[in-house]
């Protein structure tokens, strides 16, 4: 259908403020009076929602065409989080066209008649022809030779059809404004578009979002649709995916959450249907089926009267009821398995009412009772008394029914069966109402807290307002389910437990090997498009010309944003105050890891199954959560940071335990035997882990060697002749070290400083920090392939560079090159390698600067795609590194993006005390960030040019390859270096 088209307007009139219309009227006679003045047009006035005890102090509204608008002021920076959230997803999907919500997710990122097109007069034709033929395609499903010959023709004409097309236009528009994280999703029930914006760029916002409410343009259709292939085999190679795609198949045996996936079938993908997704795209994107979420530095009024202007005049049509099959109860235990490479784990699924009734309320209460990461049964009971290696609960809520899933992963020669029995065994102590009374107004309390730490955030805050848009309820009622949260009572959860948790439910047993079963997706034949990255069209620059304030950037200025005091001689505080609500976050740091002793790593994980005085370990993190307190020690390469954070109001309680437990755990040698039983599995099963073996073992063995900080663990032996005094001692002396006392809460700091001196237990002169130890890094100076053999349908390829010391004098050059080249979706890389040929759903490349003064810096860049098109992907991502393309475009929209950011962006609360942290690693006494917003305005194009070859092209690589050994061309990969297997202990260390 024709669509109509909203002229852009004045910002002045976009807003609201004075505008006129002129009118003809008819001539009067010279005897009449003169007309009385017309009286002034009233300014439109648009009606909103509140809610009582609202924490976002949010406004609904609601256009005359049907579209809801949410609104939350936040003034935490000058930018705005959007969510544009229609309510159709997956369940939509016709049956036959599986995947469809999914793939018109990505079509609408593709344009329209105006955007993404430099001639729409000439590119129209040629894309209807295009939707003819796949219907043609879709019917010669059992005529191979003639499918071959169509899709030929689609290819050829797709070929014509990209010469008219300006890709990623959109993503060039988004990135020009400086617009953060553009990115969507679809799921069951709902496809959501995502913008983190400038709050001066919002008309520009506007202008571009309702313009694609407009129409669809299947626009560079069949190269998308490979790039969808590539995320189908990404599912595949997906032990989880699977396992949870086999629970709903059990569970909803006729209703959409498990008769199809939200990616469709292979059959589906590789027979798809514009006319299909035209069709959708007309049914369910609709302004009364669409609502806008924004939170941020916003004008209530203003906002709605601009949004009104852009999206007021869309038409409103009638949206297909959906109607829920309804499934009939499970009689009996169901039974699953699953084959894949990964590690095994038992996962056990209850279907629930949808997540708009009371039910759905009291399942949120019974997770959290089973899993709140503290004091929850399967915490305490399994997790802390490592019955199991981990297991977990979580919530699946949807319109029609909701999904508990519960899960395991076993121990060291522990069955699957048995990690079953022992989570069934917490689900019948909830049914026996055999947990303590205090824990449900604890889970209450420190779900408010979760809120309000989650608020301090744009996205969580818009993500509310979207939820209860897709849920379908008020936003009074939405907000009255945090309240009816704190209404449920022991007796109300175990009632609710032995209605719901009997026999019906399903079980998926995830088990260790090869999956025969699974089947890629086929390559097709693909000419690479033309990614015509100079070109715009007319709306883009209409767009690119609407006026916009300038904002100015604020930078960090640490002498004036942390207070600096000292607690005792030799120990500082750095201290930065909370105005916003009642949390706090402490932290000591530390300038000691696991570089220097490998031991540090144990016991710091050590500490969370100990007690202390009068506590069981049990009993301390139950103590822990009823204060609405929590602690973490974590352990890194060259830095101990140990934190506690919470309701301040509790900071000495909850300190004073924390100090105990810090200075006088209690060893536990059957907690130790059983950590350490635990260890060796978890090494065990890291060497099935695809993402570990790349990212973790391989990067490390390359980077360093053999010896290398992945490697440097204790081994088995080591590990088990440890004694608990061993681990006890190392933790007591953490604190009599050098070190740092961060503080980001409400009290003044004086007031901070008098709670330190009394509960934080030091020595009177603290031990100087051992020196740093770090390992040896490779030259890479050969040329070299190495590739381990895993199972699976794609191949995942790093390339990694060696580049020049950390210098700061690099990083705005850096900054401007990673975002021309690799940083994102309008970026080259991303341009070449997925839009135009069709290489990846992921790629991606970075000169990534050292975190620490001394160490160098690497490119680093990667591509995950069909093994079958890994020749064609290798040498794409060289040739750019050989000759990257000059566009004078993305050059500008690259500098834009980096000025727009920069000036909108602000380091917030305990942020700006973890930046001063990261500046002192790197040697900085300054927001570095200051000469990347000076500098980069200035360069030009042969700035570049100079940093690309003499920092990228040429250099020495080395190429990291997981893939199956029999799908990978290993003749390709001796084109890159002599080509070398790596075993698993070869990387591992054991």
């Not at 976050?585 to 031991?599: E, K, M, Q, R, V």
């Not at 130890?773 to 995942?796: I, R």
């Not at 980096?898 to 942020?911: F, K, L, M, P, Y």
């Amino acid at each position: 259908m024709k669509k109509s088209h909203l002229l852009l307007l004045p910002t002045l009139a976009v807003l609201g403020l004075a505008t006129t219309e002129c009118r003809t009227s008819q001539p009067t006679a010279a005897t009449t009076a003169p007309a009385a003045p017309a009286p002034p047009v009233a300014a439109k006035t648009y009606p909103y929602e509140t809610a009582p005890n609202d924490p976002l102090s949010a406004r609904v509204y609601h256009l005359a065409n049907g579209l809801t608008v949410y609104l939350s002021d936040y003034k935490n920076a000058p930018r705005i989080q959007t969510y544009l959230a229609v309510r159709a997803g997956s369940k939509n999907d016709p049956a036959t066209a599986t995947g469809l919500a999914h793939y018109l997710e990505h079509m609408v990122f593709k344009g329209t008649s105006r955007l993404g097109t430099k001639d729409w007069s000439k590119e129209k034709p040629e894309l209807d022809k295009i939707e003819a033929l796949y219907e043609v395609y879709r019917g010669e499903r059992n005529d191979p030779a003639a499918r071959k010959r169509t899709y030929h023709q689609i290819d050829s004409i797709s070929g014509v059809a990209a010469r008219y097309a300006v890709p990623n236009e959109y993503d060039k528009l988004m990135g020009s404004i400086g617009s953060k994280g553009s990115n969507a999703h679809t799921s069951n029930e709902e496809t959501v578009y995502q913008e983190d914006i400038p709050s001066n760029q919002l008309e520009k916002w506007a202008a571009v979002q309702s313009e694609r409410l407009k129409e669809m343009v299947p626009r560079l259709f069949h190269t998308e649709l490979e790039a969808v292939y590539e995320e189908k085999n990404r599912g595949l190679d997906n032990d989880f995916s699977k396992e949870f795609e086999t629970l709903n198949a059990a569970l909803y045996p006729t209703h959409p959450y498990g008769t199809q996936t939200t990616i469709g079938t292979i059959e589906h993908l590789q027979n798809p249907s514009i006319v299909e997704i035209k069709k959708y795209f007309g049914q369910y994107y609709v302004p009364n089926n669409v609502a806008l979420c924004l939170s941020g530095d916003l004008d209530y009024d203003q906002t709605i009267r601009l949004i009104d202007r852009y999206f007021g005049e869309l038409p409103s049509k009638p949206v297909p009821v959906f109607t829920s099959p309804v499934e009939q109860p499970i009689a009996a235990p169901l039974v699953k398995e699953v084959v894949g490479p990964q590690s095994e784990n038992v996962m056990l699924g209850y279907r629930l009412p949808g997540k708009a009734t009371r039910d759905a309320v009291r399942l949120r209460m019974l997770d959290k009772i089973l899993t709140n990461g503290q004091a929850g049964l399967i915490d305490l009971d399994l997790n802390q008394q490592q019955k199991v290696l981990q297991a977990a609960s979580f919530t699946d809520l949807n319109d029609d029914y909701s999904t508990h899933v519960i899960y395991g992963t076993p121990r060291q020669g522990q069955s699957l069966e048995a990690v079953k029995g022992l989570l069934l065994a917490e689900l019948d102590k909830v049914k026996q109402g055999q947990f303590p009374d205090w824990l449900i107004p604890a889970i209450v309390n420190n779900e408010k807290l979760q809120r309000t730490k989650a608020y301090e955030s744009n996205e969580a805050r818009a993500g509310a307002l979207y939820e209860a848009f897709i849920e379908r309820v008020s936003w009074a009622d939405y907000v009255k389910q945090q309240d009816d949260f704190g209404t449920l009572t022991k007796a109300e959860i175990v009632k609710f437990a032995n209605d719901n948790y009997g026999p019906g439910y399903a079980t998926v047993f995830k088990r260790t090997g090869k999956d025969v079963s699974t089947v890629k997706v086929v390559k097709p034949a693909i000419t690479p498009v033309p990614a015509n990255r100079d070109a715009a069209s007319a709306f883009y620059t209409q767009v690119s010309k609407l006026p916009s304030t300038e904002l100015q950037p604020v930078f960090v200025d640490y002498k004036k944003d942390i207070q600096t005091a000292e607690i005792k001689p030799g120990l500082p505080l750095y201290y930065t105050k909370n105005t916003e609500n009642g949390l706090f976050s402490l932290f000591y740091a530390i300038d000691l890891g696991t570089n220097n002793d490998p031991l540090l790593d144990v016991a710091t994980d050590y500490l969370q199954y100990l007690g202390t005085g009068q506590y069981s370990a049990a009993q301390l993190q139950q103590e822990f959560y009823k204060l609405g307190c929590s602690f973490a020690v974590s352990s890194g390469p060259d830095r101990v940071l140990i934190s506690l954070s919470g309701l301040d109001d509790n900071l000495e309680p909850a300190l004073k335990l924390f100090e105990q437990l810090l200075n006088s755990p209690r060893p536990d040698a059957g907690a130790l035997k059983s950590q350490v039983a635990g260890i060796l599995k978890q090494r065990q099963d890291s060497k099935l882990n695809k993402g570990v073996i790349l990212n973790q073992a391989m990067l490390n063995y390359a980077k360093y060697g053999p010896r290398n900080p992945f490697t440097n663990i204790l081994s088995e032996k080591k590990l088990n002749a440890l004694k608990p005094e061993q681990l006890t001692a190392l933790l007591q002396k953490l604190p009599t070290y050098q070190h740092r006392v961060l503080y980001y809460g409400p009290r003044p700091v004086e007031a901070t400083v008098a709670v330190l001196r009394t509960e934080h237990q030091t020595p009177a002169k603290l031990l100087p920090d051992p020196a740093a130890k770090d390992f040896a890094e490779q030259p890479l100076k050969e040329k070299k392939v190495y590739w381990v053999d895993y199972n699976m349908v794609q191949a995942e390829i790093l390339f990694l560079t060696k580049g020049d010391l950390y210098d700061k004098a690099m990083v705005p050059t850096v900054s401007l090159y990673n975002e021309y080249f690799g940083g994102g979706m309008g970026s080259i890389v991303f341009q070449d390698l997925r839009e135009s040929k069709a290489l990846a759903y992921s790629a991606a490349s970075r000169y990534a600067n050292a975190d620490k003064l001394g160490r160098s810096n690497y490119i680093v860049s990667y591509i995950g795609t069909q093994s079958d098109k890994l020749p064609e992907a290798m040498s794409g991502m060289e040739a750019l590194f050989t000759d990257m393309p000059l566009a004078d475009a993305n050059l500008e929209i690259a500098k834009q993006s980096i000025r727009n950011s920069i000036a909108t962006d602000r380091i917030t609360h305990e942020g700006i005390l973890l930046s001063y942290e990261r500046a002192r690693r790197l040697g900085l006494d300054y927001d570095l960030r200051r000469d990347v917003y000076d500098q980069t305005q200035k360069m030009s194009f042969a700035d570049l040019k100079q940093f690309q070859s003499t920092k990228v092209k040429g250099q020495n690589q080395v190429i990291l390859v997981i893939g199956s050994k029999d799908r990978l061309n290993f003749k390709e990969l001796a084109k890159y270096g002599s080509v070398q297997q790596l075993t698993l202990p070869e990387i591992f260390g054991y």
